[in-house]
């Protein structure tokens, strides 16, 4: 079992910058897959971002591509999405998963665990 929790959603103007971190607990975090995935209101949940545990760098939804970065920390069991020039359709509930495939896949259905989710709301 792994216990996911997200942090560092909020406010911020159009063109700002956030980071989120995920702390994970439980199953051995440097063997899964990690992926953030965002949900806004009326919109089915969406692939944003994922890592593999051995990779330097991670594979990105289109729509985020140039201003999302993905990174781990496996010492620290956290992994990371820094989000620069937000957008406001950027606007959503962000998810942190993990899953036990080695896979770059942006289908949750994949995904075994997931947080409660972080509120990132981008003002106009």
């Known amino acids: 079992q792994v216990q996911l929790g997200e942090s560092g959603g909020g406010l911020v103007q159009t063109g700002g910058s956030l980071r989120l971190s995920c702390a994970a607990s439980?199953?051995?975090?440097?063997?899964?897959?990690m992926g953030w995935f965002r949900q806004a209101p009326g919109k089915e949940r969406e692939f944003v971002a994922s890592?593999?545990?051995?990779?330097?760098?991670?594979y990105y939804a289109d729509s985020v591509k140039g201003r999302f970065t993905i990174s781990r920390d496996n010492y620290k069991n956290t992994v990371y999405l820094q989000m620069n020039n937000l957008k406001p359709e950027d606007t959503a509930v962000y998810y942190c998963?993990?899953?036990?495939?080695?896979?770059?896949?942006?289908?949750?259905?994949?995904?075994?665990?997931w947080g409660q989710g972080t509120q990132v709301t981008v003002s106009s």
């Open positions: 998963a993990a899953s036990r495939a080695y896979t770059y896949s942006p289908l949750p259905s994949l995904y075994d665990y």
């Open positions: 439980g199953r051995t975090f440097s063997s899964l897959t």
């Open positions: 890592i593999r545990w051995n990779d330097n760098s991670g």
